[in-house]
């Protein structure tokens, strides 16, 4: 059974930091791509960075480019967003997600019915 549980997030002044983190079981992470995905209130979801199996490339939304960095760690099934420079536009729930196949490219904007989704944690930027 696929799961993700992400933890880290919380309340964090503007220009803070945050390591959000997201734990995967029931499926080997290494061959799957996987991302992180936020939702504001009253916003639709949007991608923020996923990373890639076959090239290992990650890809970033223009808006958290120079101060978001994902990473994975292979061998304890788990991926990271490290988020610097928070803004309070960065509020949201933040998801990470999984696509059901193996060695497919990350997306940032994938059909929810084609991934697998964490619960969310709550990232509030606010002073």
């Known amino acids: 059974q696929v799961q993700l549980v992400e933890s880290g997030g919380g309340l964090v002044q503007p220009g803070g930091s945050l390591r959000l983190s997201c734990a995967a079981s029931g499926f080997a992470l290494d061959y799957y791509a996987i991302g992180w995905f936020r939702q504001a209130p009253g916003k639709e979801r949007e991608g923020v960075s996923c990373i890639s199996v076959s090239d290992g490339g990650t890809y970033y939304a223009d808006s958290v480019k120079g101060r978001f960095t994902i990473s994975r760690d292979n061998a304890k099934n788990t991926v990271y967003l490290q988020m610097n420079s928070l803004k309070p536009e960065d509020t949201a729930v933040y998801y990470c997600?999984?696509?059901?196949?193996?060695?497919?490219?990350?997306?940032?904007?994938?059909?929810?019915?084609?991934?697998?989704w964490g619960q969310g944690t709550q990232v509030t930027v606010s002073s």
């Open positions: 997600a999984t696509d059901r196949y193996p060695l497919t490219p990350c997306r940032l904007s994938p059909r929810p019915e084609e991934y697998y």
